[in-house]
């Protein structure tokens, strides 16, 4: 750390004697600046790992230390090594040689012969990532993991984030490249225009028709769902490998979980029951982009389907603009794979008691209660479609759960880019900007903070280099202004281009998630005793019981959506509060704190372990274990008084302001809104209220429509709204006890408490 604030004071003395160039995007901003590498080759964390408690068996077999230290290859950069050619003319026609060596044994199926016939179709699918991607990364051991896997004999089903229309081709070539043959994916095809979709079967693509979903007596209904049954049966007996996407696209107003992806996952599901094979690897996959190609220049405007006619429109933009626009970086992670029988075993005993968010939190908000119920909250925002209707109840709960469970943790093994830690520097740390020299320092800090909790970083590099690249990418948004001193100015646009730096800041949440939670229910705790704007010191006064900051967290917990949280449904909140409480203090905003007459927190020599807690397995908490939590009642803690931590705090709080402000203001509009509406119009009607309010106060990262559905979605399990079937849609309404002004203020009031001025 002393190197890199040594090396930041030689750049800004640096800086003085510099001379202001014509161009500062293509010149390096006109400055020239230390390289200061301060994070690069130090420690990358390998993140990936399955579920020890589901599925502990995976967890050991299919990992060993050595696959760490292999490091990582770029997908699309073909050379002379990777032909059984050498020479100057193999250098210039590798791309070429290598497609002609691509080898995938023969089927005997026409369809499939289509599919295997790569040959002059990979060497163009190459080079036009090559005109797309600066690179594309991909972890070797990852991919040892997955090769290892394969090795069983089993069939391999890719369960992947969705990031981009380009997933579906991108993906596959990389799985494919890397000697995992040829990848069935299932589309949605409500992304691809008619022409495509046909273009897409014949390649091998996998389409739900229609009719699947139709009602369960339906006759037709019931022969589509027999004809999916049966070709999902086919495929894997074969052991072809299958990719679903559980993840909606971004720019999808709705659920975050697929209700598509959760379709082809069950009918896997239900074929490993039945016997059609012993059992299914399944691999949680990742894709990350420092910026996504195909996304709306317009954040309210929806993603366009993807068509033959638009796709090569689209290959002819990015030919024209090879060399003078930025090109982007992709990182592929392949997470440790899994037996689904094992799962399926081992995930029905974590199955407890839940109750819907209207039950746990309805009361509290009122004033009725005071004591949080002991158990889970029960949200799932995903509908469900006709062929998951018809399983069986439990077989259902198993889908979704196992959804959950493998989103959170393809999300938890994603890389942080260096536009997502750009975006959130700028938006909750310099909004009003920041000099260049200075954001060199707290991206090299941004960057460190991150790969300490766990999370790689898709991206290498001199600082210098990543930042001007970074900033290049975001030039829509962010502005330069020169300064005295030969220094410069970023400033963020104000407008949609700060939702669009909201949604980028989004992809680093994960990272500090359990932190930020922690830190706005500190702020909730403190709203009652010491004022917001008051001094640091004030506030490191007040002492915080745990059993206190315990409730406070529970709270938010319940409050926040579970399409954020992605918690897995194998761990009990109650293990996630203290999972939360460690975070705060080993980041050291929170310090022990000693009450008169009681024991040393770090005196464990005279405490007596019960049997039933030695016996207790991990995240079992019922109600005979409240006992276990007495102890809590004797620990106090207080805000550290360093001289970083009030920064720090209100950083970590401001991750979660979008979504908090959103919330806030959705309790404000209540008495506002036009209510009876369909869920569509009311949505409209908030979206509007949150643009007419970012023009007047500033906050345009709570102007964004998946914030607004969330507050809706929100609100209506939590009891405000109330919910009716109509032709024209779902009708909204007010529901009896939140039509007085008085209940809609203490609505309010309970939002804002979490939130940080």
């Not at 941004?446 to 280099?465: A, I, K, M, P």
């Not at 402000?661 to 506002?672: C, D, I, N, V, Y």
Request: charged residues 15%.
């Amino acid at each position: 750390m002393d190197t890199m604030l040594e090396a930041r004071l030689q750049t800004q003395q640096r800086n003085t004697q510099n001379t202001q160039e014509t161009s500062l995007w293509s010149s390096g901003f006109g400055m020239k600046l230390e390289t200061v590498t301060p994070f690069l080759g130090k420690y990358r964390p390998f993140v990936g790992r399955c579920c020890q408690t589901c599925t502990p068996k995976s967890w050991e077999s299919l990992f060993h230390r050595s696959i760490m230290d292999l490091g990582f290859c770029n997908v699309i950069l073909v050379k002379e090594e990777n032909t059984r050619f050498r020479g100057w003319l193999v250098r210039r026609l590798c791309y070429f040689l290598w497609s002609l060596e691509q080898h995938i044994p023969p089927c005997q199926d026409a369809p499939q012969k289509i599919i295997e016939n790569t040959g002059l179709f990979s060497w163009a699918l190459l080079r036009f990532l090559n005109c797309v991607f600066l690179n594309v990364q991909l972890h070797k051991g990852q991919m040892k993991m997955v090769h290892k896997a394969a090795q069983a004999g089993l069939p391999l089903v890719f369960l992947s984030t969705h990031k981009s229309l380009l997933d579906g081709i991108l993906l596959p070539f990389v799985l494919f490249s890397q000697g995992l043959g040829v990848l069935r994916v299932a589309w949605d095809p409500r992304t691809c225009s008619p022409a495509l979709r046909a273009l897409l079967k014949k390649l091998g693509g996998l389409f739900l028709p229609p009719e699947a979903n139709l009602t369960l007596d339906s006759s037709e209904g019931v022969l589509a769902r027999a004809v999916v049954h049966a070709a999902i049966e086919q495929l894997l007996v074969s052991r072809q490998p299958l990719l679903i996407f559980l993840e909606e696209l971004p720019g999808a107003q709705g659920p975050r979980l697929s209700a598509l992806g959760q379709t082809w996952l069950g009918l896997v599901v239900q074929a490993v029951q039945v016997g059609v094979v012993p059992d299914a690897m399944l691999v949680p996959v990742a894709i990350t982009y420092d910026l996504v190609p195909d996304a709306p220049c317009d954040v309210y405007q929806a993603l366009a389907p993807l068509g033959l006619w638009t796709g090569a429109l689209a290959v002819l933009r990015s030919l024209r603009s090879w060399g003078h626009s930025p090109r982007v970086c992709v990182r592929v992670h392949l997470a440790q794979p899994f037996s689904l029988q094992e799962y399926t075993i081992n995930a029905r005993s974590c199955w407890g008691s839940r109750q819907t968010l209207e039950q746990l939190l309805q009361p509290i908000v009122l004033g009725q209660c005071t004591v949080v119920p002991d158990t889970e909250k029960e949200q799932d925002w995903t509908p469900a479609t006709g062929l998951l209707l018809a399983l069986k109840e439990e077989d259902q709960l198993l889908v979704r759960r196992l959804s959950h469970h493998v989103l959170n943790a393809s999300v938890t093994s994603s890389a942080v880019m260096s536009t997502a830690i750009m975006a959130t520097l700028l938006l909750f740390k310099h909004q009003k900007g920041v000099f260049l020299s200075q954001l060199l320092g707290e991206f090299s800090w941004l960057t460190e903070e991150t790969l300490l909790r766990g999370f790689d970083v898709g991206f290498s590099g001199q600082l210098r280099c990543l930042v001007q690249h970074t900033l290049s990418l975001l030039q829509a948004h962010v502005a330069l202004l020169h300064v005295q001193q030969g220094d410069l100015l970023v400033v963020p646009r104000l407008g949609p281009g700060l939702t669009h730096l909201a949604r980028l800041s989004a992809e680093l949440l994960p990272a500090f998630l359990s932190e930020a939670v922690g830190a706005c229910a500190v702020r909730g705790l403190l709203a009652g005793r010491v004022p917001p704007e008051g001094p640091w010191e004030l506030q490191g006064i007040e002492l915080l019981s745990q059993n206190e900051l315990y409730r406070q967290i529970l709270l938010l917990l319940h409050l926040l959506p579970q399409d954020l949280l992605l918690l897995q449904p194998c761990q009990s909140s109650y293990c996630y509060c203290q999972e939360v409480l460690d975070r705060l203090i080993q980041c050291g905003l929170l310090v022990a704190e000693e009450t008169p007459g009681s024991r040393p927190a770090c005196d464990t020599g005279r405490q007596r372990l019960s049997a039933k807690l030695l016996w207790k397995p991990s995240g079992d908490f019922t109600d005979s274990d409240s006992d276990d939590f007495e102890e809590a009642e004797g620990r106090y803690f207080r805000l550290s008084q360093q001289s970083r931590c009030p920064d720090f705090f209100l950083f970590l709080c401001r991750l979660l302001s979008p979504l908090l402000k959103a919330f806030a203001q959705a309790a404000t509009f209540l008495h506002q809104g036009q209510l009876p509406d369909t869920e569509l119009g009311y949505t409209e009607q908030l979206l509007q209220f949150l643009q007419a309010n970012a023009q007047e106060e500033g906050f345009f990262e709570c102007a964004d429509p998946n914030l607004a559905v969330s507050a809706i979605w929100t609100f209506r399990d939590l009891g405000v709204l109330q919910q009716t079937p109509s032709p024209a849609g779902p009708m909204l309404y007010l529901s009896p006890t939140f039509t007085s002004r008085e209940n809609q203020e203490k609505l309010e009031q309970f939002i804002r408490q979490f939130i940080c001025s």
